[in-house]
Nanobody
Framework: VQLQASGGGLVQGGGSLRLSCAVR????????WAWYRQAAGKQREFVAR???????DYADSVKGRFTISNDNAENTVTLQMTSLKPEDTAVYYC?????????????????WGKGTQVTVSS
């Protein structure tokens, strides 16, 4: 499985961005699609995930502002981000996890895409 994230950029606080993760290869072994982020000087952290059954979950810090979706026909996993805050500034990564992995821990992810930078100005 190969993942390619895109859509990052610079946005003012309160603005919106839409991140996309293009998926190449077989999805059959993947149970969960997820987004993580890593701010400068901090550890990578969980942001959002969606299961094969389209069940989402979010970090408390983004709940109500971010929406994750999975489009099997387009082979894309999307993260819609609204009401962005300066503390959302980070490199965002999409990832894929097999069934025996727990999404809350970034080290559990089986596949990673290259990150895309999101910068939110105050």
């Amino acid at each position: 499985v190969q993942l390619q994230a895109s859509g990052g950029g610079l946005v003012q606080g309160g603005g919106s961005l839409r991140l996309s993760c293009a998926v190449r290869g077989s999805r059959n072994s993947i149970d969960t699609w997820a987004w993580y982020r890593q701010a400068a000087g901090k550890q990578r952290e969980f942001v959002a995930r969606i299961t094969r059954g389209d069940i989402p979950d979010y970090a408390d810090s983004v709940k109500g502002r971010f929406t994750i979706s999975n489009d099997n026909a387009e082979n894309t996993v999307t993260l819609q981000m609204t009401s962005l805050k300066p503390e959302d500034t980070a490199v965002y990564y999409c990832a894929a996890l097999q069934p025996d992995k727990h999404y809350l821990s970034p080290i559990q992810a089986n596949y990673w895409g290259k990150g895309t930078q999101v910068t939110v100005s105050s």
